[in-house]
Each structure stands twice: as structure tokens, then as C-alpha cells.
């Protein structure tokens, strides 16, 4: 009982990371029907970003997340106006491939910048772990949990109930119309990018303390996030949450019960299985909802 | 009174849009050749013309879709010509589709709001950052969103998701939207096409309405009875040329237009 607590714990802990990766990629796809393949980099940006700012520069912690957000964001304007909206003939095809040479170029400038070392940054506040029934709570994820939720009903809100939030949700629905009644699509393509990307470095940020930031993390991040996107519904905004946290939680029963050396199988078992079986998601058959 | 500079250079003209020598072509077919003609501000003005003739793709060259292989296009004097479609739009020419593009899976009231995007300012910091002029500037929209859907008379369809609307209120729909971004000229794409009788009676009633609040209309339309009810003048193309242009009544009697196109109906009176 008190071992399946803990594994529920840094299950759940885990899934709001994958959730929020997804969310990511799910966002940009929303909006663009493109998939990029570099989004888990922009997760390792974030947290090297605070490793730097914090841990390095000592700034105030508020500050240097938000900064190290704000990387994450520049990082996707640029990465959009240089290498998405140069492409003289965007075909979908075409700029997925730019993505993954993408991803490559930022690990190799991450490689140059912060080495090949690990680099860890301390817990966001050092409350002793919580006992609770038994097992034992970080207080680290309480801070994953409450920012990634604070995330989610921002940008829900933003999609919800905001005049630009709508106007984006326009140019998913229908591209030709959105341009042709007004709203610069161009645009809104760029600030789906910057969100999407943004997204990405606050769940690089909140990972930081648990585990060891390194230059290359940002690919077994960006899979597993692809996988809990793919698990849930690609440009679901519940389906991103759903794929996560399951993700999160039978990745961590998985380690318990069986070996941890299935940790990261676990996920493209998954990722097989609902490609084969229902490659729309699990709320791929229920209406699924964009944001 | 000031005068701008480019109303002091040239003598002002008086016209809303102007078409000047446009030609388009397609691979190997002229759509249009040496188009020319003028709509007044304050008129509803009707382009006629048989399947192919040109309709279409003049309206895309006007709205932006396509450029212009030669020619020139002016919207209040000015040209715009390779500006894009959502800074003509901000400039003040809305809008609708032959086969209705809108926001399916959005609602009724959605569709309005997107439509007024051009007149807000906000961004997504604004958005984000709940600053005091945006809440204004949203109810604002949501208000004038709600006036227009009331104007149509889809108001009590608001919150109704809009492809699941009857095929006739959305084009009222559509119409609706583009009305939000507050146009000078609404180019309105055979929007009797698929309504029945009382519909597009309706519609022309609506159209008239549209005049009186101030904004110019330039109407394409198959429905003969509907164009010479409510328009103020005609163009009529024939393959991709300018067959003639006139009042409804000097378009009825137009030998040509008679031969080419109404296939030889007689002249009333």
C-alpha cells in the first residue's frame, strides 16, 4: 500500500511534466498540423537556462524562471522566423525534417555552451519531504503540480475567453477564412510557436531539481511528452493531460512493480499500442475538443 | 478643412474602389482582360456574368488571394495592390464566400467576435495580462458582436455551434462576420446561392439595410431577380472581358447582354 502510494506520487509527478510537454506539441499542432520534433530541446533549454540564472548567476528564483521561460520563448521566435518561415515551399513533410535538424543543432549549441557535464539546480524551496500514509511527498512536486496547473488554466482561459486566443483557434479551423477575413495568420503562427515553445521550457524549469539538466535530456523528454500527446489526442487540451499523467503513472508502477530498466520502454510500448489500436487517441472517438 | 497630400496632387476621386486595366490569367486561360470600372461609395453595385466569366476571380483580386498579372487595383484612392489580405481588410473591404467558410467548430457568436480580430488591438500579453483595456475593448466587441447578430437576426442562435446551423443563416452568418470588421466595401460572393424564394427575399432586404449603414456593397449574384431589385449599377463580364456596365434598366435592355448572357429576354417597357 505505502510502496503503490509512492509510486503514485512521482507517477503523478512525473505525468504533469510529460502533460505539459504534450500540451506543447499539441498547441503548436493545433494550430500549424506540424509536429516539432525539437520541442523537447526547448524543455532543455529551460532547465539549463535556470541552472545558469539561478544555481550560476544567483539571481532571485522568481526571476530566473521567468527569464529562463522567456529563453524558451525568444528561442521559438527565432527558431520560427529563421528556420519555419524561410521555407519557400512549406510542405508538412518538409518542415517536420526541419524540426529534427533542429533539435540537432540546438543539443550541439547546448553542448558548446553548458559541456557535457550534468548540472543540477537545488529544490525550488527546502521544506523537508512531507510524510504522507507512509510515503514520502517532495515538496518539489507540489511545485511541478501547482505550476503545471497554473499553466493549464492559463492557457485555457487564454483560448477560452480572449479575443487572440480565439482568433488563433480560427486559423486552425479554417486557414483560408482566417486570412481572408482579417486575422494575420502569420502571426498567429509565430505566437503558437512562442506558447508552444514557452510551454515546453516551464516543464524544462520544473524538472530541473529532480533530475540531473544535461544537453542531451531534451530528447527522452520531447519522446515521452510525444508519446503522452499521441496517448491522449493530438491538439487535445484534456487529451494532452490524460496522456501524461497515465503516462506518468504506469511508467512509475512499471519501475516498481517490474525493473526499472522497462522505464523508458514502457512508453513506446504504449506509444505502439495506440497507434495501433486507436491511432486517434483515446479521446480520439469522443469529439475531440481543440482548445 | 486639411486636405492630404495625395488628395491635393491628384483631383479627388470620388470613387471607392477602382479596377484599372486588370488583367489575370491562369496557366493558359485569361480569366480576365483589361477590366475597368469603378464603385461609387454609398451603392450597391452588381457583377453579373455566366459561369467562368470572371467573377470569382475578380473578387479574389480584390480581397487579396491572388495579384493582378497586370493593372491596378485602388481602394479610397489609394493602391493596394500586393498588400496582404489582412491589411486590406484593416483598410476596410470585408468578405463572404461562395461556399461559406466559416469557423465550423466554433459558435455562432465566435465567428462574429473573430471577425472584429482587425478592430482590437489586444495581443497575448494584453490577454494575459488582463490590463483594463482589454477587458473594455472585449466587452466592446462582444457588444457590437451581439448588435450584428441581432442585425441579422441569428441573435437567438448565439451560442449554437455554427456548422450545425441551417445552410441559410450561415450565410447571414457570414455575413454577420464580416461586417464586425467594420468594412467601408463588403464584397458579398453569390450570397442568394441555395436560399429559397422567401430566403433571398429576405436576404435583398438585408442587403438594402446594409446600404444605409453606410457601407458600400459589391455584389456577385446568378439570382436575377434579386440583383435588379436591389442593385444600384451593373457590371456585366463575359469570359473574362467587360461586356457592359450600366443601370439594372440599361443592363435589361443591353443588346449584347441580352445575346450573351440572358440569352435573349426581353426588354421590359
Known sequence: MQELLQYLFSGVTNGAIYAVIALGFSLLYNSTELINFAHGEFAMLGGLSLVTLWAGLGLPLPAALILAVGIGVGAGFLFERLAIRTVRRPDPIVLVIITVGASILLRGVAMILWGKDSHSVPFFSDHAPLAVMGARLLPQSLWILAIAAGLILALRAFFKH??????????????????????????????????????????????APITMCSYDMGTMLGLKGFCAAMLGGLGSLWGALMGGFLLGILESAGVGLFSSGYKDAIAFILLLLILYLKPAGLLGAAKIQRF | ?????????????????????????????????????????????????????????????????????????????????????????????????????????????????????????????????????????????????????????????????????????????????????????????????????????????????????????????????LTMRVCDRIVVLDQGRLLAQGTPRQIQCHPQVLAAYLGGAVCPG
Not at chain 1, 170 to 199: D, W
Not at chain 2, 66 to 95: K, L, N, Y
Open chain 1, 162 to 207: 480572449s479575443l487572440t486566443g480565439k482568433a488563433m483557434e480560427a486559423c486552425a479551423v479554417n486557414p483560408k477564412a482566417a486570412r481572408l477575413i482579417g486575422i494575420p495568420t502569420g502571426r498567429m503562427n509565430l505566437l503558437a510557436f512562442m506558447l508552444s515553445t514557452g510551454t515546453g521550457a516551464v516543464a524544462g524549469v520544473i524538472i
Open chain 2, 1 to 225: 478643412m486639411r486636405m492630404n497630400d495625395c488628395d491635393a496632387r491628384r483631383p479627388a476621386s470620388p470613387a471607392l474602389l477602382e479596377v484599372e486595366g486588370v488583367f489575370k490569367c491562369f496557366g493558359g486561360v485569361q480569366a480576365l482582360t483589361d477590366i475597368s470600372f469603378e464603385v461609387a461609395p454609398g451603392r450597391i453595385h452588381g457583377l453579373i456574368g455566366p459561369n467562368g466569366a470572371g467573377k470569382t476571380t475578380l473578387f479574389n483580386l480584390v480581397s487579396g488571394v491572388f495579384r493582378p498579372d497586370r493593372g491596378g487595383i485602388r481602394f479610397q484612392g489609394r493602391a493596394i495592390d500586393g498588400r496582404p489580405s489582412h491589411e486590406r481588410v484593416r483598410q476596410g473591404i470585408a468578405r463572404t464566400f461562395q461556399n461559406v467558410e466559416l469557423f465550423g467548430s466554433m459558435s455562432v457568436l465566435e465567428n462574429v467576435l473573430v471577425g472584429r480580430h482587425v478592430r482590437t488591438r489586444c495581443g497575448f500579453l494584453g490577454a494575459m495580462t488582463r490590463l483594463p483595456w482589454v477587458g473594455r475593448e472585449e466587452r466592446a466587441a462582444r457588444e457590437a458582436a451581439w448588435r450584428l447578430l441581432e442585425f441579422v437576426g441569428l441573435a437567438g442562435q448565439a451560442m449554437t455551434t455554427s456548422r450545425e446551423l441551417p445552410f441559410g443563416w450561415q450565410r447571414l452568418l457570414e455575413i454577420a462576420r464580416a461586417l464586425a470588421a467594420e468594412p467601408r466595401l463588403l464584397l458579398l460572393d453569390e450570397p442568394a446561392a441555395g436560399l429559397n424564394a422567401v430566403e433571398s427575399e429576405r436576404l435583398g432586404d438585408l442587403i438594402l439595410q446594409i446600404r444605409e449603414r453606410g457601407v458600400t456593397v459589391l455584389l456577385v449574384e446568378h439570382d436575377m431577380g
